[in-house]
């Protein structure tokens, strides 16, 4: 899925990219064509829809070689596509954020959390590294990379400061919040989530290209909300863990589309993350009931509709 920009909304010409919108199982590509370095896009995508981001990028530069891949952070929605560029375009430079180096090289599906999270990323070789102070050229414009932690330890934000304009990540989107990742495996996310809504503020940004969702003006109010949605989830860390294990579900049928409901409930109950989440690992009888718990209430909600012994997902991506 890919939308056209409103015009309150589109990025300034000047600083060359194109945002494709996507559906949220893969976060939007930032696609800049024009530049002394050659075409670079942001983020690419899930693993699955690799063959759809490779279509559309390819449309985006009309022509143009790729010679840059650049990831706010390796969740698998963002990178997935990674291997599929780099088979693509011979000497595509992919950078990622410094932190992700020893899950990398050499790869890590452990360490980098795919296999927690039962989810899908092909193996790339990075050859740049990203560090909060650095700048990086994208199209005719030198960007501030900032270290954003929170949703995860190591994402950045990338920050263009004359026509001040945010490539957020996870970090902040318009009208939701992101699951803060380490809260759910016993680590503090808080308060780093906080100090990243601080730091955008400080930044100022007239227009946010967000990973998900439309970008978007009205900072003001997208950090409003979050903060709001942050400080709930402070004063009831249940509320997240529920929150996560709903988001993880949902983010998995909209890869399957439809599955028997007893293979959902199974997938909910072993996979790790979520067990964390739902706080029952080792206890086999409480996963089974807090994950049928789970897909009654996606099912009462309306984000999954049952259909005989299987359930499917009832809103489209």
Known sequence: MTSTLP????PPEEI?????????LSANNMVFCDGETGASVVDTGYFSHADQTLALIEQALRGATLTQVVNTHLHSDHCGANASLARRWDGLRIS???????????????GLGYRDISQQCEPFTPQGFLSDGDTIRLGPRDWEVHGAP????????LFEPISRTLISGDALWE?????????LV???????????LDLIEGLRPALVLPGHGQPFRDVASALTASRQRLQAFVAAPIKHRQHAARALVSYHMLEHRAKPRAALVCWIASTPVIAQALACEGNADLAQALANQTVDRLLADGVLRADGEWVALAQAD
Do not use: K, T
Not at 7 to 10: D, F
């Open 175 to 183: 009208s939701r919040l992101a699951i803060i990742f380490p809260e």
């Open 150 to 157: 929170g949703h995860d330890p190591d994402a950045v934000l």
């Open 7 to 10: 015009p309150s909304a589109a």
């Open 16 to 24: 060359g990219v194109q945002v494709l919108v996507r559906g949220w």
């Open 186 to 196: 016993g680590e503090p996310g808080f308060d780093a989530a906080a100090q990243a």
């Open 96 to 110: 990622v954020p410094l932190g992700y180096r020893d899950r990398l090289l050499p790869w890590d599906e452990v």
